[in-house]
């Protein structure tokens, strides 16, 4: 069984990572991303027991996968049935250096426009990923990875390169 978790601060390459595994060993590939927030405007949160059931859903459809995300709530969940946990823990330089070279997303914004007009705003979320102490921050990705008790393994270098 191959079933991967991956995590890490915004522009760490936990996408390009997830695709390059999923493409290579033929996985399911899934985004956190594309069910922790509400389309509301600003975004909010979805409930973790909403999120908890897409989660369950795509598990129950895959046997082999890669999640990847942000959320220490959700990949926490997730991680009880990951075989392998990967932290990708970029410097702040790399992971603003990444997204500055991010291309469209467009299940997360309509158009490359409208993702570069929040570029400002997500440099200044990464560059508090150590001194945050939410879900997203330094200190929650390190105590997932800690208390994780499968394989593991933790990059700090820039695998976009």
Not at 76 to 85: F, N, S, T
Request: aromatic fraction near 12%.
């Amino acid at each position: 069984m191959c079933k991967i978790v991956i995590f890490g601060n915004s522009g760490s390459g936990k996408s390009t990572l997830a695709r390059k595994l999923a493409s290579k060993y033929e996985l399911a590939h899934f985004d956190l991303d594309e069910i922790a927030w509400k389309n509301t405007n600003p975004p909010t949160r979805q409930p973790l027991e909403q999120s908890s059931v897409k989660i369950d859903g795509f598990m129950n459809d895959n046997t082999v996968w890669v999640i990847e995300g942000c959320y220490s709530d959700l990949i926490e969940y997730v991680m009880g049935y990951a075989d392998k946990a990967i932290f990708l823990n970029l410097s702040i330089e790399d992971c603003i250096d990444n997204a500055k070279k991010r291309p469209w997303e467009p299940h997360k914004y309509p158009s490359k426009h409208a993702q570069d007009e929040n570029l400002s705003m997500l440099l200044d979320w990464i560059k508090d990923y150590e001194s945050r102490t939410d879900t997203f921050s330094l200190a929650s990705h390190q105590a997932l990875y800690d208390s994780f008790a499968g394989e593991k393994v933790i990059y700090r270098l820039n695998i976009n390169e």
